[in-house]
Structure formats: structure tokens, C-alpha cells
């Protein structure tokens, strides 16, 4: 007795390739994005290119000329009313690879790219360019191998210090009331006054009888040394270099002293000091800082003879708000000096060239860099250039690997390594802490994990893709939790070229609602997979190579901004596949082509979206079915086409097709499609749920799976299958 059945599938979650499948799972979902209007999948993807004014100037701009794009980032100022799009770029033109790859960033859309840096280092196959890294009013950017960079918007300064200020030269002070021929290069700052006794206010000297002049008096408020006779006074000087950001250098070397003897007029000097060092234009120092013993002479004896004691303390004096002055006239009591002037171990020279960086509780952390991958740096609060000698963690003789990535995450900073995640939790002000989380489990990429609100860190290993959430607080990591959430996508994670896995990135899209990982399967040294994750289904589709991605960012709109790495070939030549930058959009290409020499760009193909069924046993595998009806519920999109084809009892070796339906209802007349209105009198499909019908060989089977591969647009839910049953059974296995 036959009996008629059905099986529907109104949702599709995602792929599902663990056996026995997900019910609401299938095999294969390849370039689809979720469609919220239909709570379903929707294959109107694309990539389009950055096109700025630069474009277009015959060979393409920029593009025209791109190898491959190491690095993107966006990064938005002003509460988003100012962004800046970074990236490094390889272009043919050199001779020498590595003298073509240059830093370079674009202001909203051009109209020009501003450069930055050339020669900058090729990265190695299995590594991406720059690591970017927002601080406040300031993008840091490091690679492990150049310079790194500070920028705010308008300069790049190198990150740190990496030169140390000399030590000033204080002038002799002169005592006497009247300028000698002698006094040169003494302290004599006479003071005009105003107006003069006699003669032109020029200030008196024994040499020439002109005017009435006089010294400053200095004995209350102003000036250096003891009022009593006889008594000697000595001084010594320090500089330290400031910059924007109010990081200061290590101080000088101490300056040579100055010491004089106080005569009977009860008066106080003033110290003019001279060579007061400039920093290096390329460190952005805006500023020297002036600090002073106090006076520190230990007895009445001779000059020079042991008037000062060696271990002196520092006090600030003044700043110069300029890179520029040299010299500065000091009148400031001693009872008038500042803060202590700080140690030497308070500011140390850049303690690495990092190749990651991250900022958490207002300081910057940085890694050891290449050939020193245990160490963690961090600067002073706020001044991401100063760090403190003693401000560091080792980690490196422990056995979770080298640090490869560090994300901040709710109240802690994750370190990630090769084989374990870590923390740092606490402050600045009582001190930070180094807190093992969990062993087995990292992230070999510093660009693969991401932050999702309201989900967690999300990040790629090896064996998976894994959640984490929670907080560290003061229990030291004791409410966070790791969860791996990949699993129905296994196979493909088995999949991945571990050694590739080092240059994987991440991002999460808020338009899309996507949380994105490209990384490289199959032995292939460029990326040629894409695993998204959809927060509408909290399920996984596919991205093939389609889309290029070598480098990824996200603005503050979602859109996902990438760097594609298929451009001219290392040899030179016109290839019509342009390396540049792109977006994903819902235009209907998988690229651009240029002509070579002109203006022209054309769209390359759609990218070929495909979907696979799971293995339907319809709940009982033993029995013998005979499918009648396959039925899509799909939005009408007008004379769109789709044929399937489909497997009985895992033949793959021998498909069969069906044929092609329009998305047109069956039982109503078409509706006019887009491409053939007429404007001002066609009247505009409206976008129906329709339900399209292919008919199924009718042929007795256990197993059932379909699948089909298209470049025209469709947006579809579900499915579902109509078949009947009787009493046969699977056949007695082989012997």
C-alpha cells in the first residue's frame, strides 16, 4: 500500500556537514548572504571597487599598477564626520619588490592618495602587512619590521623614542655690578630701564660712557644662589624631549656645572643656558622640559673645587613649547622649582619594533617583535611613546608559544598565543596582571579574532572557530567561557593550511550582520575560502575565491572593505585582473577588468553562488521512497531561471537534471520583469513569495539530495519534498 507523504524545509539554518545532518541544515551554501525580508538566503552579492578621482587617469590610477594590497584599515575620527582609509600597496613599477610596497592612506575618497612611506617590507607568504591599532586621537601602526608609526589625522611620528637628549650648556654668572671686556659667555642679562636717567636707555658699560643702566634685582621672587657673602652657589641641568601626546624621553646626560661666588650686594643671578637639544623632526617632538638641582654647593672653598655633590637631585624648571629654541634665561628660586625630574628607568627607548599592538585601560601594549615573541610591553597611561623600563611581562619560557594576537575584550586583555590565551587584568594606577586562561586552545593570526556585540570574541584556530565571553573582573578569568561553535562546518576546517592559517582575518559586519574569516584551505597559499558566520540564522555559508580577500576592514557604516591580492604577476604585464581595493555590495560581480593604457573598466562575471541539500533519508533510511516533487519557495524575481539537478542514493557520479523555471507564479499571468519595462508604462513586478515546482524522476530510493548553481539573482526560504512509500526495503548488503 503506497502512502503519500511530504517533507518540508520551510528555514535553512546554515551547512550542517556532521553526520547524521542537521534537520534544518544543508550541504553546501556558497556567495549567499541572509535575506532578513524573507528570513532566508539571498545571492545579490558582489564586489565592487574603491573608486576615488585617482581612478581613472589612464592605467587605472593605482589599481592600474597593483600586485596585491597588504594592509587595509579604515579608521574614523570625529565621531565618524572624518575617515581615512590606510593601506600598503605593491605596485610593478619597482625593480625591487620590496621598493614597491608603500604605505599610503586616502582622505573620504581621494581625491588623491597621500604617501606615506616607500620600501616598505614585503610581507612573507604566509603573512599580511601593517597592524593597525586606534589610541585615542591617534592610529598606531606596526609591522615587526619598519618604523612604527603614530598618526593623528594630519602627521605621521615615529612611535617612541630613539634618541636621547644631550645635556645643555649652562653660561658662568657674572657678579660684579658693571660689564667687563671679560664677562663674554657669562651670565650678564642687564635690565633697561625705562625710562633711562640720562643718555638712550643702552645699559652702562666701563668701556662706554652711554646711558644709565642696571641689573634686575634679583633677591625675593626671582633668581639663583644665596644672598650671604662669600657663599658659593653651584647648579647643574637636564633636558627631556615631550611629545604631542605628553610622552617624555629619558633625561640627559647632566650638564657640565655652573658655580659662582655671592658678593656683598645681597643680590640673586639668573643662568642663561644655551644648547638646549632639538629632537628629530621624524619624532614629533614638540616640546623640551628643563630640570635643575638645586643648589648644591658643600663649602666655601675655591671655584672648582669640589662644589657639588655628584648624586644630585632634579627638579623641574620650565618647558619650551617649541622644537625650535635653543637657549633660555633661568631666574627660578629654588623654592620655586616643580616635580622631581624623572628617573631614567621612567622613559626607556622604543623596547621593540612590534608587529601588534593594543590599547586597554588607556595604555598602549605592544609585543616583543620578530625573534622575541614572549614579551609584553606597555606604555605609561596616555602616552602611547613612553614606557617605563620595568613595564613588562616575559612570558616566552612558558609552553603556550609565542603571543601571535591581542584583542580587548570586555574589562581584560586577551593575549592570544600559539597554543593558549592568557590576560592582563588590573589598572595602572595599582598595577597590571599577567593571568593564565586556558591551555590547547589560540589563535595563530593577529587579525582572527573579533569583537561581536552581544555574541563575544570570535576567533579561528586550527580546530575551529570558537566564541569567548564573559569577563575577567578581579577573579582572574574565572566567568569567561570558551565555547567552539564551527562544528558543522568541520570538514572544512580540516581542511585549512595550518601554515597559512598566521596571515587569517576576521571582521564583523553590522550591515550584513555577518562575522566574516578568509583564510586559505586545500594546501593554497592565497585565500580561497571564506566561512561566514549569519547572526539572523546563527548558521555558516561559504565565500569562494570570488572573493579575493587578502586583508580585511569594516567601516563605521559595516560595509566590509577589502584588499585584493590577484593583480599584475610578479614579472610584469598586462593582466586584465587588477589588484586594488573592494567592497562587498550587493552589485553583481566578482571583480573589474581594466584596459591596459585607458579608462575602461568593466564588471567581471557574477560570482556563481551554489546550494547543496542535505542527505534527506526522510527519517527512515531502510525504506524505499518515490520523490514526485521537488517545490522552492523563492521571491519572484521576474524571468530569472534556475534548473537543479539532483542524486539518488549518493550517486554523484550520475546527476539529474531538471529543467529550468522562470520565477514566475504558475497560475497568474508574468509579471513584467526589469530589464524589460518600459519607463512611464510598465508597471513594476512586485516581489512575491512564489513557490516553484520541478518535477523528480520517479524512481524508488532510499537517500535524496539536490543542489543548484546559478549566477542569475534569487532569493529563496525553504523547500520541500513530495513523495510516497511502500513496502520495499534497501537491498541485502554485498558479500
Known amino acids: 500500500m503506497k502512502t503519500d507523504a511530504k517533507q518540508v524545509l520551510p528555514k535553512i539554518v546554515g551547512i550542517s556537514q556532521v553526520i547524521p545532518q542537521n534537520p534544518d541544515g544543508a550541504s553546501e551554501i556558497i556567495n549567499f548572504t541572509s535575506s532578513r525580508i524573507i528570513k532566508g538566503w539571498d545571492n545579490r552579492i558582489g564586489v565592487e571597487p574603491i573608486a576615488t578621482q585617482q581612478i581613472g587617469q589612464g592605467n587605472w590610477g593605482t589599481w592600474g599598477n597593483c600586485v596585491k594590497i597588504h594592509s587595509v584599515f579604515h579608521w574614523a575620527t570625529h565621531k565618524g564626520a572624518k575617515s581615512y582609509l590606510l593601506y600598503e600597496e605593491q605596485d610593478k613599477t619597482a625593480t625591487d619588490v620590496r621598493a614597491s610596497v608603500k604605505l599610503k592612506y586616502f582622505l573620504s575618497n581621494g ?30 601602526i606596526v609591522n615587526g619590521h619598519d618604523e612604527s608609526y603614530k598618526f593623528d589625522g594630519y602627521k605621521f611620528v615615529k612611535l617612541g623614542f630613539s634618541t636621547m637628549p644631550s645635556p645643555p650648556r649652562p653660561w658662568g654668572v657674572s657678579v660684579p655690578n658693571t660689564i667687563e671686556t671679560d664677562s663674554e659667555n657669562l651670565t650678564v642679562i642687564p635690565m633697561r630701564r625705562f625710562p633711562p636717567q640720562t643718555g638712550n636707555g643702552d645699559v652702562i658699560s666701563e668701556h662706554t660712557n652711554q646711558g644709565d643702566g642696571f641689573r634686575d634685582n634679583l633677591v625675593f621672587n626671582f633668581g639663583l644662589g644665596t644672598t650671604t657673602e662669600n657663599k658659593y652657589n653651584t647648579y647643574r641641568y637636564k633636558v627631556t624631549f615631550v611629545k604631542e601626546d605628553g610622552s617624555e624621553s629619558m633625561p640627559s646626560l647632566p650638564s657640565e656645572p655652573v658655580t659662582w661666588q655671592s658678593d656683598d650686594s645681597g643680590k640673586r643671578h639668573g643662568v642663561w643656558v644655551e644648547d638646549i637639544p632639538r629632537g628629530n623632526e621624524d619624532e614629533g617632538i614638540i616640546a623640551r622640559r628643563i630640570y635643575r638641582t638645586k643648589n648644591t654647593a658643600l663649602s666655601d672653598s675655591a671655584v672648582g673645587q669640589d662644589l657639588y655633590v655628584e648624586d644630585e637631585v632634579y627638579y623641574y624648571v620650565c618647558q619650551i613649547d617649541n622644537n625650535v629654541d635653543r637657549h633660555f634665561f633661568d631666574t627660578v628660586p629654588d623654592t620655586g622649582l616643580g616635580a622631581l625630574a624623572p628617573r631614567n628607568d621612567h622613559s626607556v627607548f622604543m623596547p621593540a619594533r612590534p608587529s601588534m599592538a593594543a590599547t586597554y585601560k588607556n595604555c598602549l601594549f605592544i609585543n616583543g617583535g620578530e625573534g622575541d615573541g614572549g614579551t609584553l610591553f606597555y606604555s605609561l597611561a596616555g602616552k602611547p611613546c613612553q614606557y617605563p623600563a620595568l613595564n613588562y611581562f616575559s612570558v616566552g619560557s612558558t609552553d603556550g608559544g609565542e603571543i601571535t594576537a591581542l584583542k580587548n575584550f570586555n574589562d581584560v586583555l586577551l593575549v592570544f598565543r600559539e597554543e593558549a590565551i592568557d590576560m592582563v587584568i588590573g589598572d595602572p594606577i595599582d598595577g597590571f596582571k599577567y593571568v593564565p586562561l586556558i591551555k590547547g ?11 561581536v556585540p552581544n555574541v563575544g570574541c570570535m576567533f ?85 575565491k570570488g572573493f579575493q580577500v587578502n586583508c580585511v576592514t569594516v567601516d563605521n557604516n559595516g560595509e566590509i572593505i577589502f584588499g585584493d591580492y590577484n593583480g599584475y604577476p610578479a614579472g610584469g604585464g598586462p593582466d586584465p585582473d587588477s589588484a586594488g581595493i573592494y567592497f562587498v555590495s550587493a552589485f553583481r560581480s566578482s571583480g573589474t577588468e581594466f584596459a591596459a593604457g585607458s579608462d575602461q573598466i568593466t564588471a567581471k562575471a557574477a560570482p556563481l553562488s551554489k546550494f547543496v541539500s542535505r542527505e534527506h533519508d526522510f527519517g527512515y533510511g531502510p525504506q524505499k521512497k518515490a520523490i514526485k516533487y521537488l517545490y522552492l519557495y523563492v521571491l519572484g524575481e521576474g524571468d530569472n531561471t534556475l534548473d537543479i539537478k539532483y542524486y539518488a542514493d549518493r550517486d554523484y557520479k550520475n546527476p539529474i537534471s531538471s529543467q529550468a523555471q522562470k520565477f514566475q507564479n504558475s497560475e497568474l499571468p508574468d509579471l513584467d520583469a526589469y530589464n524589460v519595462a518600459t519607463f512611464g508604462s510598465g508597471v513594476w513586478e512586485r516581489k512575491d513569495l512564489i513557490t516553484v515546482r520541478y518535477d523528480i524522476a520517479n524512481k524508488k530510493l532510499s537517500y535524496f539530495r539536490f543542489e543548484f548553481e546559478t549566477q542569475n539573482d534569487i532569493q529563496f526560504v525553504g523547500y520541500s519534498l513530495e513523495f510516497n512509500t511502500d513496502g520495499m526495503r534497501t537491498r541485502q548488503g554485498k558479500s
Open 111 to 140: 581625491p588623491q592618495a597621500v604617501e606615506i612611506d616607500t620600501q616598505r617590507h614585503t610581507p612573507a607568504q604566509n603573512m599580511i602587512g601593517s597592524y593597525y591599532e586606534p589610541f585615542g586621537k591617534f592610529l598606531i
Open 441 to 451: 586552545v589560540g589563535c595563530p593570526s593577529r587579525n582572527g579574532m573579533v569583537i
Open 460 to 544: 579561528i584556530n586550527k580546530d575551529g572557530v570558537y566564541n569567548l565571553t564573559g569577563s575577567g573582573g578581579t577573579s582572574g578569568g574565572s566567568r569567561i567561557q570558551i565555547k567552539k561553535i564551527s562544528g558543522e562546518i568541520d570538514n572544512h576546517i580540516n581542511r585549512i593550511n595550518h601554515d597559512m592559517l598566521t596571515k587569517a582575518q576576521a571582521c564583523f559586519s553590522k550591515k550584513w550582520k555577518e562575522v566574516h574569516f578568509y583564510t586559505c584551505i586545500d594546501g593554497a597559499s592565497d585565500t580561497n575560502i571564506g566561512l561566514i558566520f549569519h547572526l539572523d540564522h546563527a548558521g555558516w555559508s561559504f565565500r569562494d
